[in-house]
C-alpha cells in the first residue's frame, strides 16, 4: 500500500453503521443525564366507544368520551375528531407531564435494541429484500439495461428533463400522502438511467430524496402529519394551507434551481463531482451490463416485465394514498410481480430462485441500517425521555411570542425530530401541549403546524434516524460527502421557511 493510499484510507469517513450505531451510544447515554417522564395520555377506544387514559406509571382508566371530559383534561381536540378517526393516535395531555424513576439504558439494552429493532423493522424490512430481488431478475435478463438503452436514445440532449419530472412527481408524492420510505424503489432503478445520462450518482440520490423531502416538509393534504398535526391541534388542515402550497412551489423551484446547477456543472467536467473517486465502482456496479452503443431490442418477455414493474408504482400509489396500504401490502404487491418476472424470464426453475435471491441479498445491507436506525428510537422510549425533551422544550416557547414564536417553535420541532423521526408520532405528542400555546400569544394555530410540519421536515435532510443512511447505503455513498453537497441548500431553505412562517404570522 502506497503511503498516499494509507492517508486516504486513514481519512476515509466512518460506514453508516458505524455512525448510528455512534448516536446509539450518545442516546443511551442521554437516559442517564436526562431525567425519565412521561405525559398523560388520551386514547380512544372505538369499539368500547370511551376513552382510555394512561398514566405516567401506564395505568389506565376509563373515561365517558364527552367533551366535557376533553375540556376538563384541557384537549381543545373536538370529540368528533376521535369518533371520526381524524385522531387515532393517543394524545399527550396538556399538564399531566410526570418525572419518573430514571430508566438508564446500559450496555446490555443497546445490544438488544438492535435485535428489536430488527423485529419491529421487519414489515420495511422485507419491502426492501423482496424488490432487491425482483431487481436482480431483470438485471439478469437485461430488461433494465434494454430500458435504459431505449430511454437514453429517446432523452438524448434533453437528459435535464429526466429531474425535472421525477423531482415534480415525488414532490407530489410528498405533499399530498407523505411518499418517503416508498421512494426506496426508485433509486436502484433509478441510478443506472442517471448514470448512462453522464450525471453521477449524486444527481440522483438527490433527485429523488429532495424531492420527497422537500414535498413532505411543505405537506398540504399529508395525512400522517399535516392533517394528523391540524386535527390534533383542533383546527382543519385547510388552515394555513395556501401559505403551505405557496412555500412548496418555491421551495421545489429552489431545490430545482440548486440540483440543476450542480447537474450541469457534473455533467459539463465528470471531475467536478463531489463522487469524482467513487464513479468509476459505482458505475461498475449499475452499469455492468450496459453499453452506450449498443442497441438492446426488446422481446416480448423484457415488454412485458418492464411494463409489469412500471405499473407497480402507480398501483403503489394509489394503495397508499386511497387505500390504506402499508409495507406488508407493497410487499405483497411487489412479489407478486417478481413471482409473474420469474415464470416469463425464460430462466430455468433454479436459475430463476437463485437470481432472486441473490438480488435480495445485496440489499441486506439497506436491510440491517433499517433495523439499526430504529434502535435509537427504541432505546429513547425505553428510557423514557422523549417526553421531558418535548416538556423542556414547550417551556422554551412559552416565552416567546410573534414572529419570534414560530421561529423558535420550527427549530424546536428540527430538534424534536431528531428524536422522534415518526411524523405522525410527534403530531400526537406535540399538538395537545404545544397548540394551545399559540392563543397565548395571539398566533394561529395553523402556525404551529406549519412549523412543526417544516421544522421536522427540515431536519429530515439530513437526520441520521430518518431514510438517508439507508438510501446511501444503497447506492454506497458516504455520509460526509452527502452532508457536503446538501448543507448550502439546507441553510438557503431555513431562512426561507423562517421567512414563510414569519409571514403567516402576521397575516
Given at each position: 500500500?502506497?503511503?498516499?493510499?494509507?492517508?486516504?484510507?486513514?481519512?476515509?469517513?466512518?460506514?453508516?453503521?458505524?455512525?448510528?450505531?455512534?448516536?446509539?451510544?450518545?442516546?443511551?447515554?442521554?437516559?442517564?443525564?436526562?431525567?425519565?417522564?412521561?405525559?398523560?395520555?388520551?386514547?380512544?377506544?372505538?369499539?368500547?366507544?370511551?376513552?382510555?387514559?394512561?398514566?405516567?406509571?401506564?395505568?389506565?382508566?376509563?373515561?365517558?368520551?364527552?367533551?366535557?371530559?376533553?375540556?376538563?383534561?384541557?384537549?381543545?381536540?373536538?370529540?368528533?375528531?376521535?369518533?371520526?378517526?381524524?385522531?387515532?393516535?393517543?394524545?399527550?395531555?396538556?399538564?399531566?407531564?410526570?418525572?419518573?424513576?430514571?430508566?438508564?439504558?446500559?450496555?446490555?439494552?443497546?445490544?438488544?435494541?438492535?435485535?428489536?429493532?430488527?423485529?419491529?423493522?421487519?414489515?420495511?424490512?422485507?419491502?426492501?429484500?423482496?424488490?432487491?430481488?425482483?431487481?436482480?431478475?431483470?438485471?439478469?435478463?437485461?430488461?433494465?439495461?434494454?430500458?435504459?438503452?431505449?430511454?437514453?436514445r429517446k432523452t438524448k440532449g434533453k437528459e435535464?428533463?429526466?429531474?425535472?419530472?421525477?423531482?415534480?412527481?415525488?414532490?407530489?408524492?410528498?405533499?399530498?400522502?407523505?411518499?418517503?420510505?416508498?421512494?426506496?424503489?426508485?433509486?436502484?432503478?433509478?441510478?443506472?438511467?442517471?448514470?448512462?445520462?453522464?450525471?453521477?450518482?449524486?444527481?440522483?440520490?438527490?433527485?429523488?430524496?429532495?424531492?420527497?423531502?422537500?414535498?413532505?416538509?411543505?405537506?398540504?393534504?399529508?395525512?400522517?402529519?399535516?392533517?394528523?398535526?391540524?386535527?390534533?391541534?383542533?383546527?382543519?388542515?385547510?388552515?394555513?394551507?395556501?401559505?403551505?402550497?405557496?412555500?412548496?412551489?418555491?421551495?421545489?423551484?429552489?431545490?430545482?434551481?440548486?440540483?440543476?446547477?450542480?447537474?450541469?456543472?457534473?455533467?459539463?467536467?465528470?471531475?467536478?463531482?463531489?463522487?469524482?473517486?467513487?464513479?468509476?465502482?459505482?458505475?461498475?456496479?449499475?452499469?455492468?451490463?450496459?453499453?452506450?452503443?449498443?442497441?438492446?431490442?426488446?422481446?416480448?418477455?423484457?415488454?412485458?416485465?418492464?411494463?409489469?414493474?412500471?405499473?407497480?408504482?402507480?398501483?403503489?400509489?394509489?394503495?397508499?394514498?386511497?387505500?390504506?396500504?402499508?409495507?406488508?401490502?407493497?410487499?405483497?404487491?411487489?412479489?407478486?410481480?417478481?413471482?409473474?418476472?420469474?415464470?416469463?424470464?425464460?430462466?430455468?426453475?433454479?436459475?430463476?430462485?437463485?437470481?432472486?435471491?441473490?438480488?435480495?441479498?445485496?440489499?441486506?445491507?439497506?436491510?440491517?441500517?433499517?433495523?439499526?436506525?430504529?434502535?435509537?428510537?427504541?432505546?429513547?422510549?425505553?428510557?423514557?425521555?422523549?417526553?421531558?425533551?418535548?416538556?423542556?422544550a414547550s417551556g422554551i416557547i412559552s416565552g416567546?411570542?410573534?414572529?419570534?414564536?414560530?421561529?423558535?417553535?420550527?427549530?424546536?420541532?428540527?430538534?424534536?425530530?431528531?428524536?422522534?423521526?415518526?411524523?405522525?408520532?410527534?403530531?400526537?405528542?406535540?399538538?395537545?401541549?404545544?397548540?394551545?400555546?399559540?392563543?397565548?400569544?395571539?398566533?394561529?394555530?395553523?402556525?404551529?403546524?406549519?412549523?412543526?410540519?417544516?421544522?421536522?421536515?427540515?431536519?429530515?435532510?439530513?437526520?441520521?434516524?430518518?431514510?438517508?443512511?439507508?438510501?446511501?447505503?444503497?447506492?454506497?455513498?458516504?455520509?460526509?460527502?452527502?452532508?457536503?453537497?446538501?448543507?448550502?441548500?439546507?441553510?438557503?431553505?431555513?431562512?426561507?421557511?423562517?421567512?414563510?412562517?414569519?409571514?403567516?404570522?402576521?397575516?
Open positions: 500500500m502506497t503511503e498516499q493510499q494509507k492517508v486516504k484510507k486513514k481519512r476515509s469517513f466512518p460506514t453508516a453503521y458505524t455512525v448510528l450505531f455512534i448516536i446509539l451510544i450518545f442516546a443511551a447515554l442521554l437516559t442517564w443525564v436526562i431525567p425519565a417522564g412521561s405525559f398523560e395520555r388520551l386514547a380512544y377506544d372505538a369499539e368500547a366507544g370511551h376513552f382510555i387514559k394512561t398514566d405516567a406509571e401506564g395505568a389506565e382508566t376509563v373515561v365517558e368520551a364527552t367533551q366535557q371530559n376533553l375540556d376538563k383534561l384541557g384537549i381543545t381536540v373536538p370529540l368528533e375528531n376521535f369518533k371520526n378517526g381524524k385522531v387515532y393516535k393517543p394524545v399527550a395531555i396538556p399538564n399531566s407531564y410526570k418525572k419518573i424513576g430514571r430508566k438508564p439504558q446500559g450496555p446490555v439494552a443497546v445490544v438488544m435494541s438492535m435485535v428489536t429493532g430488527l423485529a419491529e423493522s421487519i414489515d420495511i424490512i422485507s419491502f426492501i429484500l423482496i424488490l432487491g430481488g425482483l431487481i436482480g431478475i431483470l438485471n439478469k435478463t437485461n430488461t433494465f439495461a434494454a430500458g435504459i438503452s431505449a430511454l437514453s435535464y428533463l429526466l429531474i425535472v419530472i421525477i423531482t415534480l412527481l415525488i414532490t407530489a408524492g410528498g405533499t399530498t400522502f407523505g411518499m418517503a420510505e416508498e421512494t426506496i424503489a426508485f433509486f436502484p432503478i433509478l441510478m443506472p438511467i442517471f448514470l448512462a445520462s453522464g450525471y453521477d450518482a449524486m444527481v440522483c440520490i438527490a433527485t429523488i430524496y429532495l424531492a420527497s423531502s422537500v414535498g413532505t416538509m411543505f405537506s398540504t393534504t399529508n395525512p400522517f402529519s399535516v392533517v394528523l398535526a391540524s386535527n390534533a391541534a383542533g383546527i382543519s388542515f385547510t388552515d394555513g394551507i395556501a401559505f403551505r402550497f405557496i412555500s412548496l412551489v418555491l421551495a421545489t423551484l429552489i431545490s430545482l434551481f440548486y440540483l440543476m446547477r450542480y447537474a450541469n456543472k457534473v455533467k459539463n467536467d465528470p471531475s467536478q463531482s463531489l463522487l469524482a473517486d467513487e464513479m468509476p465502482a459505482i458505475k461498475e456496479r449499475f452499469l455492468h451490463n450496459y453499453d452506450a452503443d449498443a442497441v438492446i431490442p426488446f422481446d416480448w418477455r423484457k415488454s412485458l416485465m418492464l411494463t409489469l414493474f412500471g405499473l407497480g408504482f402507480p398501483v403503489m400509489i394509489w394503495g397508499v394514498s386511497s387505500q390504506g396500504w402499508w409495507f406488508n401490502e407493497l410487499t405483497t404487491l411487489f412479489l407478486c410481480i417478481g413471482i409473474i418476472c420469474m415464470i416469463i424470464s425464460g430462466l430455468s426453475e433454479k436459475e430463476a430462485i437463485n437470481t432472486f435471491i441473490d438480488g435480495a441479498a445485496e440489499l441486506i445491507s439497506v436491510a440491517l441500517i433499517v433495523a439499526v436506525a430504529r434502535a435509537i428510537n427504541i432505546v429513547m422510549d425505553a428510557g423514557m425521555i422523549s417526553d421531558t425533551i418535548l416538556q423542556s416567546v411570542n410573534g414572529v419570534l414564536f414560530s421561529t423558535v417553535q420550527m427549530i424546536l420541532f428540527s430538534f424534536l425530530g431528531i428524536f422522534i423521526p415518526s411524523s405522525s408520532g410527534l403530531a400526537t405528542l406535540s399538538m395537545p401541549i404545544v397548540a394551545p400555546l399559540a392563543d397565548v400569544v395571539h398566533v394561529g394555530r395553523d402556525v404551529v403546524v406549519s412549523a412543526y410540519n417544516e421544522g421536522q421536515g427540515w431536519m429530515a435532510f439530513i437526520t441520521p434516524t430518518g431514510l438517508i443512511l439507508a438510501v446511501l447505503e444503497l447506492v454506497d455513498v458516504s455520509y460526509d460527502k452527502w452532508l457536503k453537497f446538501v448543507w448550502p441548500l439546507m441553510v438557503v431553505i431555513g431562512i426561507f421557511s423562517v421567512i414563510m412562517l414569519a409571514l403567516q404570522t402576521i397575516m
